[in-house]
């Protein structure tokens, strides 16, 4: 008999009071006396873990976004309590669990002021429609507390105000209030004090982020499923959140190869190989830098993934290897969506193995895609990820293909409502069986991990070049992304800007956009100024739907191609420091651009700017966003900064007007930097480097600077054979003192440095080599430019002010 026929509503259930606790370890248990249970581990002494059960029994315990690899150990662990509180100290935070309802309350170790605070703490609500929990939190905020991160959101790149949605979304000429997008990310840092925290909600469901849009004082964050599971990470710097994020969640398992972050050059599509010739040859001809051309879906027979059309390409082979013999390498786009098609070896295969995700009753899921009606491959299986990886094998071994762009992998699907999969797709999730609704966000990066490792495999033994488009956190183990289907806009091109930024502060820096907008047409002024911030950007591609007009640098007018042409050269002149910054951020997690506050976070004027960053650690950059600039102002950061272009002296801490006509971009350059440069080419590897350029940047003071090299490609750089030269400006009135320390086994191919000195304060009147005194004339060129030998541990420029 039906005693009541409503279902009783149950939301915002809380933890009562804890009843026991237990300690195993690193690893304490909280349990109240209505079934909650918290887990407490201690990763770092500057890393705590929280997962929530309501069960009283915890999932297994797995996750796609942790590496294997992160960092784990602390130096202390204390637990004691209180009369109101259960206290754990590391040693660089105190964590208090209130006995009465689990709340939390985490401190600075050091000088025990208060860094995060649960407001509600945790809660949950029974969800009837499919079973399971709501799991949310909500935490106070502090007077001026600040908000960023959470990956590609097209907003300004503080989100105090601000509210999203995560749920990774094929977002097609997207705008600043579209939401969400083509990744989900869902970690953010928490700024107050001039002190930094992250927390990230390692939850793969549908979630969502409110940093004081709902109710005022309060963040919370929640997802509509899974568990309750998100670490505390503690800097206090900024800097130290970021990277211990990235260690948490991955950093690059290899450099990419030198030539990847060169130029390249993209379109929906370049088609028959006659226009593919055409474009390349045009760029050899009037020498505009170029490293990689794309095959986006037109390259394929009727759409479908791992074969050629043969009337467009009839020999793929020697196509590839003709472009690799001017300096081109190939990368082509590769879908998830396979054919229906019993002729479809793939398909064939697919099917027989039955790699192919299902429906809740049994059937496959079928979608229509660029081919047509599509089957799709359930990459959360590691067997199909392991076939997948194996279809590679006839595209990069025997073709000669140098890369591979994944496209569509949110799951993109069309003519259906929500533009994916439903929700009752089932997936294998390696062993912990799901539905689509836990394994919808982490689809596009299991499929470029195994498009990653089929590369990997087959392009051995040369580094893997993989390029996404969705992603979920720990994505950057493995691939490059860029920002998605974007448009030709002057508000785009500020969106770009900052989802640039945003990507690099969200542990993901081999990150760009399409130069000049993926949707209509960019007039010349705006793909110009689309290029110099693009030079400036990881990943610098330019690319475009081809249904409005063409967008190569050459499709302009002649002043355009011109400029367009500089910006790039100086991109490969960069190459070494750009190389350089990857290196730290593949061994360190240090992002490759940093906006203003990520670069000072105790100067308050950087939390709210969003145009001008940093790339790499010693050169300043602001975009020009709008029409018709002869300039713009911009805010220089705290210390003291030279002009790119004339050596300009600018004190920082203060907003300046600056000059900078279409030719010209505001660049600047730290104090005391030195930056490595090579000639520029046509294409990485078509010179021999037989002198490496170090531009020396005049401080009265000490600043440090890295130059690291290698083959370039390969994996010679895993067993030491690198050169790493770590170099020590020191700067006073009358006297300028480079100290060089270089470590690995790697020998460069040049045996001399070019020091440029820029704005010394004096006149040269003496040089010392590792104290011995040189004959200024074979060592001076011209003016403050001197040629010495790369193997130097010391040179002393001495003069008169």
């Known amino acids: 008999m039906i005693l009541n026929t409503e279902l009783e509503y149950k939301g915002n259930l809380f933890p009562s009071k804890i009843i026991s606790y237990k300690k195993d370890v690193d690893t304490l248990y909280f349990t109240s006396d209505n079934g909650v249970v918290l887990q407490v581990t201690v990763e770092r002494d500057s890393v705590l873990r929280f997962r929530f059960t309501t069960t009283s029994i915890f999932e297994n315990d797995f996750s796609y976004a942790i590496s294997q690899y992160a960092s784990k150990g602390f130096n202390k662990l204390e637990v004691s309590e209180d009369d109101e509180n259960y206290i754990l100290t590391t040693s660089k935070l105190i964590c208090h669990i209130s006995k009465l309802d689990m709340r939390t309350s985490i401190f600075d170790a050091k000088d025990k002021t208060l860094i995060s605070q649960d407001e509600l703490g945790f ?7 499919y079973g399971g929990d709501i799991v949310k939190m909500s935490k106070s905020t502090f007077d001026g507390e600040s908000y960023y991160g959470l990956g590609d959101k097209p907003v300004q790149n503080n989100l105090k105000g601000k509210r999203f949605e995560n749920w990774v979304t094929d977002s097609y000429a997207f705008g600043r209030t579209t939401d969400p997008i083509y990744k989900t990310i869902p970690f953010f840092i928490g700024l107050h004090h001039k002190k930094a925290y992250g927390i990230f909600f390692d939850n793969t469901f549908r979630s969502f982020f409110d940093f004081c849009h709902e109710r005022r004082n309060i963040a919370s964050f929640w997802a509509q499923g899974g568990e309750m599971n998100y670490y505390f990470i503690y800097g206090p710097n900024m800097s130290d959140v970021v990277s211990n994020y990235t260690d948490l969640t991955g950093k690059l398992q290899n450099l990419p190869p030198l030539w990847a972050l060169g130029y390249h050059q993209c379109k929906w599509s370049y088609y028959p190989e006659s226009k593919v010739k055409e474009v390349t ?38 196509m590839v290897k003709e472009l690799a013999e001017d300096g081109f390498k190939t990368i082509v786009i590769i879908d998830p969506g396979i054919k229906i098609d019993k002729d479809y070896s793939v398909y064939q295969e697919g099917l027989e193995k039955d790699y192919f995700c299902k429906r809740a ?48 992998n949110e799951p993109a699907v069309m003519d259906v409502p929500g533009k994916t999969f439903p929700n009752d797709v089932r ?45 979920y956190s720990g994505t950057q183990r493995y691939t490059s992304t860029w920002t998605g289907d974007n448009v030709a806009s002057w508000e785009h091109l500020s969106i770009a800007n900052a989802q640039a930024q945003r990507m690099c502060m969200s542990g993901f820096s081999f990150v760009g956009s399409d130069i000049g907008g993926f949707a209509e047409q960019p007039n010349g002024e705006l793909f110009t100024r689309w290029i110099q911030l693009g030079v400036f950007h990881p990943f610098c591609r330019t ?46 997690g240090i992002p490759i651009l940093k906006s203003l506050v990520l670069f000072d976070q105790q100067d308050s004027h950087t939390h709210y700017r969003n145009d001008e960053f940093i790339f790499g650690e010693k050169i300043l950059v602001c975009p020009i966003l709008e029409p018709n600039a002869k300039g713009r102002r911009m805010y220089f950061p705290r210390g003291n900064w030279f002009s790119f272009w004339d050596d300009e002296l600018v004190k920082g801490g203060e907003e300046k007007w600056v000059d900078a006509d279409i030719d010209s971009l505001p660049i600047y350059i730290k104090e005391g930097a030195i930056i490595p440069k090579y000639p520029v080419q046509q294409y990485v590897g078509e010179k021999t480097i037989d002198e490496l350029k170090l531009d020396v940047y005049y401080k009265l003071g000490k600043e440090k600077s890295q130059v690291y090299e290698d083959a370039h490609d390969g994996y010679d750089y895993k067993k030491g054979r690198y050169s790493l030269r770590n170099f020590t400006f020191v700067g006073k009135k009358d006297a300028v003192i480079i100290q060089q320390y270089k470590s690995g086994k790697f020998i460069t191919e040049y045996d001399t440095f070019q020091l440029n000195l820029h704005g010394l304060p004096f006149k040269i009147e003496k040089i010392m080599v590792d104290s011995e005194e040189f004959d200024m004339k074979k060592l001076i060129i011209k003016d403050n430019t001197l040629i010495v030998s790369k193997e130097f541990t010391d040179i002393k420029i001495l003069g008169k002010k």
């Open 543 to 588: 690319h475009s739907s081809g249904d409005h007009g063409d967008q190569e640098p050459y499709a302009f007018d002649s002043n355009v191609t011109n400029i367009v042409r500089k910006f790039i050269e100086i991109r490969y002149q960069l190459l070494p420091y750009l190389y350089t910054a990857f290196w730290r951020y593949a061994n360190e």
């Open 123 to 129: 809660h949950w609500e029974e969800s009837h429609e």
């Open 427 to 471: 997936h294998n999730y390696d062993g912990n069986h799901s539905s689509h609704r836990k394994a919808h966000n982490v689809y596009g990066m299991q499929m470029a991990r195994a498009t990653y490792h089929g590369l990997k495999k087959f392009s051995y033994p040369k580094r893997p070049f993989v390029i996404t488009r969705s992603a």
């Open 361 to 408: 009753d049994g059937p496959y899921m079928k979608g229509k895609v660029w081919p047509g009606e599509c089957y799709f491959p359930d990459f959360t299986n590691p067997e199909v990820r392991e076939w997948w990886s194996n279809l590679f094998k006839e595209l990069i071994e025997d073709i000669g293909v140098k890369g591979v762009w994944n496209d569509m």
């Open 281 to 318: 040859k045009k760029f050899r001809e009037l020498k505009i830098p170029c490293d990689a051309i794309y095959l986006d879906i037109d390259y394929m027979d009727g759409f479908r993934c791992f074969t050629w059309n043969k009337e467009y390409f009839p020999d793929p082979k020697r």
